[in-house]
């Protein structure tokens, strides 16, 4: 029995001939694919052939296609409930209340004081420091430090060996010091002065020369006898004394030579091949007379020995009247009188910090 609904359509059974059948069961009775699938395989497609189905299908593939820019996205709306906002409002209020003690506890803490130091500054050995500001020499250094009466920057320093920098603030016994300004003097030895600083015995020194005219405390580079005369160097840069005076530098000097007796050309020739003293064999490396005459020589040498060249030639048997060293690591007494000295022009201070001189 056949029913119908109440658009007067049948409900049931059959259907009515001559209409097309459509889904899965009308394709496979007439045989024809079915719309829905041909047209909108993917997943979401309608069943009907629309328009969205049919673009999806014909459009190119994504790989490869150009991804839009973030101005370019259609805008979208953010939902928020009631319940995000409360808690962005309790995140807000957190950081408002633990705000107060981080704040406290940021200025009750104090950070240790940084070494000062200028860029490319390697430091300087404390006790160095103080004695180059004048006070006293590295040995006395060096128990103020033990003793405790040394402080940078407010902490008492006891330990030798620390370096301070340019910017320290250095105090012995609660006065303030501070390193000198290099000095480099040139002088003329005379005779009967002894380099020293100091003598034991009361004599007279090369330090006496400069009394009252340098503030600064500065040391004879190397030791001239006290009857030789002649080129001296005297400053208070460390460095550069030790470079002009250890050995290994073999820095080139230059005497003049009064002998008591005229100097043969067998001894001439010995002192130039080498003579044998006490501490080992040594020799010149240029010797010459002087103005023809046999009893004055001028010799070049480069070792530091002590009293090296009067014991060459007391070793032949001469005995040295008079001894005057006329150069020395690039330096002559020019224009000098006995006695007189003067402070290094800029062009030798050059010569001597390049080591531009044999």
């Not at 390697?122 to 006790?127: A, H, I």
């Not at 001239?224 to 550069?240: A, S, Y």
Request: glycine share 10%.
């Amino acid at each position: 029995m056949r029913t119908t609904n109440k658009a007067g359509r049948p409900s049931g059974g059959r259907r009515p001939a001559g209409r097309p059948a459509t889904g899965r069961a009308g394709a496979k009775r007439s045989g024809r694919p079915s719309a829905t699938r041909s047209e909108g395989p993917r997943r979401g497609a309608t069943r009907s052939a629309g328009t969205r189905g049919a673009a999806r299908s014909t459009a190119a593939p994504r790989t490869g296609a150009p991804k839009r820019s973030f101005a370019e996205r259609p805008a979208r709306a953010i939902k928020r409930t009631k319940g995000d906002f409360e808690r962005v409002r309790s995140q807000i209020e957190e950081r408002e209340v633990t705000k107060a003690p981080m704040k406290v506890r940021a200025q009750a803490y104090t950070p240790k004081p940084r070494q000062p130091k200028v860029k490319g500054e390697e430091g300087v050995r404390l006790n160095k420091f103080i004695a180059n500001s004048g006070l006293c020499s590295r040995r006395e250094a060096d128990q103020y430090i033990i003793e405790g009466l040394v402080s940078v920057n407010g902490q008492v320093v006891t330990e030798l060996g620390t370096k301070v920098f340019q910017n320290d603030v250095v105090k012995v016994e609660d006065k303030v010091i501070k390193g000198e300004e290099k000095v480099y003097i040139l002088m003329n030895k005379p005779k009967n002065c002894v380099t020293t600083t100091d003598d034991p015995q009361a004599r007279k020194t090369v330090i006496d020369l400069i009394a009252g005219k340098c503030s600064q405390r500065v040391y004879p580079v190397g030791r001239l006898d006290r009857d030789t005369t002649g080129v001296l160097l005297l400053t208070n840069d460390g460095d550069l004394t030790e470079r002009l005076t250890h050995p290994s530098y073999n820095k080139k000097k230059i005497y003049q030579v009064f002998l008591d007796k005229n100097l043969t050309q067998k001894d001439f020739e010995k002192i130039l091949k080498g003579v044998h003293l006490d501490d080992g064999m040594i020799n010149a490396d240029a010797l010459s007379y002087i103005d023809g005459d046999h009893s004055q020589v001028g010799i070049e040498i480069h070792s530091g020995r002590n009293r090296i060249v009067r014991r060459i030639f007391e070793s032949l048997g001469y005995k040295v009247v008079k001894l005057d060293r006329v150069y020395f690591a690039g330096l002559t007494k020019k224009s000098l009188r006995r006695g007189q000295w003067r402070f290094l022009t800029d062009k030798e201070l050059a010569m001597l910090m390049m080591g531009s001189y044999e």
